[in-house]
């Protein structure tokens, strides 16, 4: 061997050493197959229930478009990111293309199974976990079927090799915490529910893989103690530096420590397949503890909202006709969503929701560190050859 190729090899492996990523080849995947709730929705919630009003949608798409946001969320960000189309909700039966996959997230869905199933009083979605598990295994079956068959709808269902190759996606676990805040549970006793909650999406996540799933992008929860939902309705807890209710974010720590547990759990019993943690959490606390720093104001008060602190009511939802003085009007979104954090006291704007898919996408908030066109590699070093 000459000089010159000893001193490249000695270069190349000291650069994939020093930065083990760029080693990595990009993932292909070909499909997305997102499990959550509001989070992440596309359409599934109002293709059950009632339609969103104006101004949702209004940023990006110009009208309502499935999305608890004034446009786009995270999963759409993900979605362009891989070169494919936004996710069809499966439960939409109109105009719908799973070429590239399905959105089962509804809004309002838990992990476990919700006490109170809407339309009840603070009801939740009866689309849980579990059920969008079993509606996987629906299109899972039926969409082959429906290509075996041939025919127009043939063309809109994913090839079968997608199954294995594609990412899964998981946001979902926001509305477990918030059933039990709503539910006249104390902040320990919802404190004590995490275990079971998170035991559940493991199990779920277990018959994922078992379907063939081998590419899991995992977001932890975010500080639901920093949104006017929470904060309007539990005025007397105890505020951080920041304005956000302490001890309702300590029991969303807790819920991502367990979960993260929950993933090193899950590595240790499917190590073929690739477990990625996203700490979603720390991204989105951010944007409430230093917003001027990323381009934003006024983070605790919603940009579409009437009423209160921080521009929240129940009883005056985003888009709601609503009375004041004797005259009628309609809740409104404030002059520049562009520069607002939380949209209508329980989601997020598209800019912040750009943001936090910006800052995640890179790898600096995963467990391993890889970024998400990566996430198909089990860890940073197992494909150099290296120990890390």
């Given amino acids: 061997m000459t000089n010159i190729s000893s001193f490249c090899l000695v270069f190349f492996t000291l650069l994939t050493i020093l930065n083990p990523i ?108 579990l059920v969008q598990y079993n509606q996987f295994v629906q299109l899972k079956d039926r969409s082959q079927l429906i290509r075996k068959q041939g025919g127009v709808f043939a063309r809109l269902m994913p090839r079968e090799e997608y199954f294995q190759k594609a990412l899964y996606t998981f946001d979902i676990g926001q509305n477990d915490l918030g059933a039990g805040f709503f539910g006249n549970m104390s902040v320990e006793e919802v404190n004590a529910s995490v275990p079971n909650i998170v035991n559940t999406f493991l199990t779920n996540v277990k018959s994922i893989y078992n379907l063939g799933a081998r590419s899991f992008w995992i977001h932890n929860t975010g500080p639901i103690g920093c949104l006017g939902y929470v904060l309007a309705n539990f005025p007397s807890a105890e505020k951080d530096s920041v304005g956000c209710a302490k001890s309702y974010n300590e029991v969303a720590q807790y819920f991502n420590y367990e979960l993260k547990e929950t993933v090193l759990q899950l590595r240790k019993v499917f190590p073929s397949a690739a477990f990625t943690y996203v700490d979603v959490y720390s ?106």
């Fill in 283 to 388: 991204v989105k606390y951010s944007l409430f503890s230093e917003p001027k720093k990323h381009g934003f104001e006024l983070p605790l008060v919603a940009c579409c909202g009437y009423g209160g602190l921080y521009n929240y009511s129940s009883s005056a939802g985003c888009g709601a006709t609503i009375t004041v003085n004797g005259t009628q009007i309609t809740v409104g979104s404030c002059d520049d969503p562009s520069v607002r954090v939380v949209w209508d006291g329980i989601h997020y704007t598209e800019a912040a929701n750009k943001f936090i898919f910006e800052q995640i996408s890179t790898g600096a908030f995963s467990d391993p560190p890889i970024p998400l066109k990566m996430a198909c590699h089990r860890t940073v070093g197992q494909y150099i050859g290296i120990n890390l």
């Fill in 22 to 129: 760029s080693a990595l080849k990009s993932c292909e995947f070909p499909a997305i197959f997102n499990f959550g709730d509001s989070n992440s929705d596309t359409g599934g919630f109002v293709a059950s229930f009632p339609p969103l009003n104006s101004p949702y949608g209004e940023t990006y798409f110009q009208m309502p478009a499935g999305r608890f946001s004034d446009g786009r969320v995270i999963i759409d960000f993900v979605a362009k990111s891989l070169n494919l189309s936004f996710l069809s909700a499966y439960l939409d039966s109109l105009g719908t293309n799973f070429t590239v996959g399905a959105n089962f997230a509804t809004a309002a869905s838990t992990i476990t199974l919700p006490a109170r199933i809407i339309p009840a009083n603070n009801g939740f979605s009866p689309f849980f976990f």
